[in-house]
């Protein structure tokens, strides 16, 4: 019932997010160790098309944030990444507001930077361009990206970028 008031004044559905990730939806295919529920491929195929069926807006920020955010650091990510960077944003934090009354916060949600203006989706094309730092301890990521879902609310991101130019596609990696 709510969809077409969000879409209308093109704000962003914090409880129906909130909801789902008290519901263990906001990390549905994420392993337990990760906070996450530890469900298969079926599970969230038949979550995301009933979410989708109530308000598409909230399938796709529920799909971006599990798919695109969530499960490269899951599948390709560093125990310590992992932690830091999947456990916050699989569940909802709840906690009193005095009267004896849980008041769910926000929890963290996550985004993917691929797309570019001129480039669109194609990561073989990217200009945006990440390098090593003088002393070897950090990235420094360089570029535009542009029609990134979740991107104003978002507290951390997979941005895709450029390392080495000679390797073409090869040569993209994600940060």
């Given at each position: 019932p709510n969809a077409g008031k969000w879409d209308k004044e093109h704000t962003f559905p914090t409880d129906a997010i909130n909801k789902l990730a008290e519901l263990g939806l906001m990390g549905i295919n994420v392993s337990s160790e990760n906070n996450g529920s530890e469900l298969d491929a079926l599970a969230y195929a038949i979550a995301m098309e009933e979410i989708s069926r109530g308000c598409a807006s909230v399938g796709v920020i529920m799909s971006a944030h599990n798919s695109?955010?969530?499960?490269p650091i899951d599948a390709f990510g560093t125990p310590a990444q992992k932690e830091k960077w999947i456990a916050p944003?699989?569940?909802?934090?709840?906690?009193?507001?005095?009267d004896g009354t849980m008041v769910n916060h926000n929890n963290k949600i996550g985004c993917f930077g691929l797309s570019e203006p001129g480039n669109g989706s194609d990561a073989g094309?990217?200009?945006?361009?990440a390098t090593l730092s003088d002393d070897g301890t950090e990235w420094i990521l360089?570029?535009?990206?542009?029609w990134i879902t979740n991107a104003y609310e978002a507290s951390a991101a997979i941005v895709f970028a450029t390392t080495d130019k000679k390797m073409k596609h090869k040569g993209i990696s994600a940060f």
């Open positions: 695109l955010y969530l499960y944003y699989t569940t909802a934090c709840q906690t009193g507001d005095g094309a990217a200009s945006t361009t360089n570029g535009t990206k542009a």
